[in-house]
């Protein structure tokens, strides 16, 4: 099961890669990372690894897929220690973009499928969405507290 959260970059890197991370996106041009209350740490949701997988490959599709997503706007990813990190505000736009992606289509007019992937569609349909939820949550909290969320799975 993966996790969603926000809370401070100390818990996934060290002071070195902090300190790698601010200087790659000083290069970017992002301003310096606000400063945060470690105190507004919580966590935002659980997702099951398969629906997460699914979802990150409709990020990826958007160049948004990271593991860390920052409460600063810049362009691009930067890698640092095994970890993608991205923008929040870049996120919220792609989750915005994916939105009527995840609803479910009238299929009156669609010919009969197999009930068995019709039934498989529509759970990872609604699992889907209720990632997307999280995600959208978490981005709009590390926008608020500006904290960094992370997708730990």
């Not at 290069?27 to 398969?50: F, I, K, M």
């Not at 997503?69 to 362009?75: A, K, R």
């Not at 993608?84 to 792609?94: D, I, K, P, Y």
Request: aromatic content about 6%; hydrophobic content about 40%; proline content about 5%.
């Amino acid at each position: 099961m993966a996790e969603i959260e926000i809370g401070p970059l100390t818990d996934r890197l060290s002071e070195d890669e902090i300190n790698e991370l601010r200087g790659a996106l000083e290069r970017l041009g992002a301003p310096a990372l606000p400063q945060s209350d470690e105190t507004h740490a919580r966590p935002v949701g659980d997702v099951d690894d398969e629906v997460l997988t699914e979802f990150f490959d409709r990020l990826e599709a958007h160049d948004a897929a990271c593991e860390v997503y920052l409460p600063v706007e810049f362009d691009g990813r930067v890698e640092v220690a095994d970890l993608r990190v991205g923008s929040a505000m870049q996120l919220l736009e792609v989750l915005d973009e994916i939105k009527d992606d995840l609803a479910l289509e009238d299929d009156e007019d669609e010919p009969e499928a197999d009930e068995e992937d019709d039934d498989y569609t529509a759970v990872l349909q609604s699992q889907l969405r209720e990632c997307w939820r999280a995600f959208y949550a978490g981005c709009n909290a590390t926008l608020e507290r500006h904290l960094p969320l992370h997708v730990k799975a």
